[in-house]
């Protein structure tokens, strides 16, 4: 699987989206070595934990950004539509 370098980091939590990756189309937020998987059309937790208050500043993160995020993951895995 390979990594785009990190879209953002806000606050400390680090967004990546990795190409040849799984559905649904989700994000990577990690942040302190912890990690979640967080769904770009409805903001749930997919997968991981992480801090309330870093995991509330990764939800708005892709709240705030749903299409250009869709856009990347669908851009960077064109195997799975």
Do not use: Q, W
Request: charged share 20%.
């Amino acid at each position: 699987m390979c990594v785009l370098p990190a879209i953002d980091i806000i606050l400390g939590v680090k967004i990546e989206i990795f190409s040849g990756d799984h559905p649904p189309p989700h994000i990577h937020a990690s942040c302190s070595g912890e990690e979640v998987l967080i769904i770009i059309s409805d903001s749930k937790v997919y997968a991981g934990t992480m801090k309330k208050s870093k995991l509330s500043i990764a939800m708005g993160y892709v709240k705030e950004n749903r299409e250009n995020l869709l856009a990347i993951f669908n851009a960077l895995n064109v195997n799975l539509k």
